[in-house]
């Protein structure tokens, strides 16, 4: 999985921001804003991440047990595919 073209993450002001750029502003009016896991979870995606490799990531970054990394990387792919950003 990965994310669709015109999705880019950016950090302003200290804030992690996902912005449609191009033909997919005609789709998505808006932007996400993500915490600083979010956004870790967002670059990996970035890079065409699945829940697994996600979850492995969150296990390998954050002090957090296997259960946890992976709900929390499925809730997070559920929500970016509930929004149309990602392939």
Do not use: H
């Amino acid at each position: 999985m990965k994310v669709k073209d015109g999705f880019v993450l950016r950090t302003i002001a200290g804030s992690n921001i996902v912005v449609p750029v191009g033909a997919a502003t005609a789709q998505f009016n808006g932007m996400i804003t993500l915490n600083d896991s979010g956004a870790f979870l967002w670059r990996e995606l970035e890079k065409g991440a699945d829940v697994d490799s996600l979850t492995e990531a969150l296990l390998k970054e954050y002090e957090v047990d296997e259960k946890t990394a992976r709900s929390c990387a499925a809730d997070f792919i559920a929500k970016l595919e509930e929004a149309g950003c990602l392939e």
